[in-house]
């Protein structure tokens, strides 16, 4: 008969502890009894990165690293990309169950009816420095919208709740297109409520003299279809910024501002930026091996490979290459596509990156397809931010109604200096 505990034994006082297993994990508190003397603290975990602590239970998305597999409340990511579409899905992210046909038309309508943004934010946006990065541009309005929405405060009733995410999902697309448009020095275009979510984001992004923009279909459905495979990973660093933030009952805006900041970093969501340019670095596939050899030597990371999770295959990587073909016969290939292949090819052969588990991520061949739509680098991981709404949201609000959760604090181990003197500025050496 097997018991649902750990024994441990401190070496150090030969005692004894039973640990109780939840879920395949052990409570960190329950180390805290671990003491030498009785006035000791006891004993923390130690876990820089947070490489194998689970901060929350969840019951939003699943992965399973080892054998590729990613799971929006159950469904899995392939069947989702392949029937669904990103409004759908973010209604399944946030409640849990696929909608029928009137929960859906409510809620795709209160989407779409939400996609204006204040003319002081307009204004704002185009305050910025003429290049601005649409990063930053993102970030500091989303962060702006908090005092636009000054109720969004009110974290604890559910109705408002609902109303500020359905506000942030609806306007997201069109802070993401004035920052496009600014960078482009083009007119600002306001949103085309009769369109799709990514309908109208195309025509935010590209109308310019005509009466009635008509998003091209194949386009439309490849934005879709890579907006569905963004809308969340689980406990991804954005995502536990999200949280980290949201703990101490701040906004959702200040909130979300946090976590796209933490998602635009070249490690996380900025990769598909860093893989871009990576890509015309090399320039020809003669210069893939030598580049190869640099990453060997450490001298560089090979963007858009390796993964935290992930180690055999990223299953969205796989989606996205396959709907690559669908893109280029709008835009035509994208030259890069050439090296990337070859850098793939040597890559999943060589000892290096197959003894290290590290195999193409979603940023690699994402941003090779919107640079085929004729995206600035810049704006890859904006386009990235604008899906994550979703999953940020629907984790923010699984937090503040988990009794568990607490505000997050991390402990430390202080190595520092012992209690010392202060010394006057002539006493010290
Ligand atoms: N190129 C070369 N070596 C790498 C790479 C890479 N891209 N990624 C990991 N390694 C090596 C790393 O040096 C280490 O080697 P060793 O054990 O000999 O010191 C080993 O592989 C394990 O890597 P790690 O850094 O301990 O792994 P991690 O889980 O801490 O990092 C990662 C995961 C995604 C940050 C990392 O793989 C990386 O920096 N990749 C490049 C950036 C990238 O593509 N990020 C996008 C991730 S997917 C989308 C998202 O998160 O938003």
């Known amino acids: 008969m097997t018991k649902d505990s750990l024994s441990v034994t401190d070496n150090r006082t030969g005692k004894s502890y039973e640990l109780a ?5 052990i409570n960190a508190m329950d180390l805290r009894q ?22 929350t239970e969840s019951t939003i998305t699943y ?8 799971r929006y409340r159950g469904y899995p990511i392939e069947q989702l990309a392949a029937s669904s579409n990103y409004l759908e ?25 939400h996609t204006f943004v204040h003319e002081n934010i307009t204004d704002f946006m185009k305050a910025f420095r003429y290049d ?21 405060r009110d974290i604890h009733d559910a109705d408002n709740r609902l109303r500020q995410i359905e506000r942030l999902i609806a306007k997201t697309p069109t802070v993401a ?16 409520n009769d369109l799709s979510y990514t309908g109208n984001f195309l025509n935010m992004l590209d109308k ?25 990973h689980e406990q991804n660093c954005g995502t536990a910024a999200m949280r980290v933030i949201g703990s101490s009952e701040t906004d959702p805006y200040s909130a979300m501002a946090g976590a796209a900041a933490a998602l635009y970093g070249p490690l996380h969501g900025g990769a598909n930026e860093a893989v871009l340019r990576m890509l015309v670095e090399i320039g020809d596939v003669k210069n893939v091996p030598a580049f190869v050899e640099g990453v060997k030597n450490r001298e560089r990371l090979l963007m858009g490979f390796g993964h935290r999770v992930y180690k055999n295959f990223d299953p969205r990587a796989s989606i996205i290459k396959s709907i690559a073909d669908e893109v280029f016969e709008v835009t035509g290939r994208n030259p890069l596509l050439d090296i990337a292949l070859e850098l793939e090819r040597i890559a999943l052969e060589d000892d290096f990156f197959v003894q290290r588990n590290l195999y193409p991520n979603v940023d690699f061949y994402s941003g090779i397809i919107y640079q085929a739509m004729k995206f600035p680098i810049a704006m890859f991981p904006v386009l990235f931010a604008i899906p994550r709404t979703i999953g940020w949201l629907a984790q923010w609000q699984e937090m503040l109604l988990d ?27």
């Open 89 to 113: 899905v973010a209604y399944l992210i946030l409640f849990g169950e696929l909608p029928n046909q009137a929960q859906y038309d409510k809620w795709e309508y209160d989407i779409l009816h």
């Open 403 to 429: 009794k568990e959760q607490k505000i997050a604090r991390p402990r430390q181990v202080y190595l520092g200096s012992d209690e010392r003197d202060y010394v006057s500025m002539e006493d010290r050496k």
């Open 177 to 192: 297109a004035f920052s496009y448009r600014h960078l482009r020095g083009l007119p600002f275009v306001y949103p085309d």
């Open 63 to 70: 992965i399973d690293g080892a054998k590729g597999i990613l």
């Open 132 to 152: 601005a990065h649409p990063m930053g541009m993102f970030i500091a309005t989303i962060a702006g919208m908090s005092t636009f929405y000054p109720e969004g």
């Open 208 to 232: 310019m003299t005509q009466i009635k923009y008509k998003p091209n279909p194949a386009l439309e459905r490849a934005l879709d279809v890579l907006f569905i495979l963004h809308a969340d």
């Open 34 to 55: 671990i003491k030498v003397n009785p006035d000791d603290f006891g004993m923390l975990s130690y876990d820089p990165g947070f490489k194998n602590t689970a901060s």
């Open 21 to 25: 297993i939840k879920n395949d994990t």
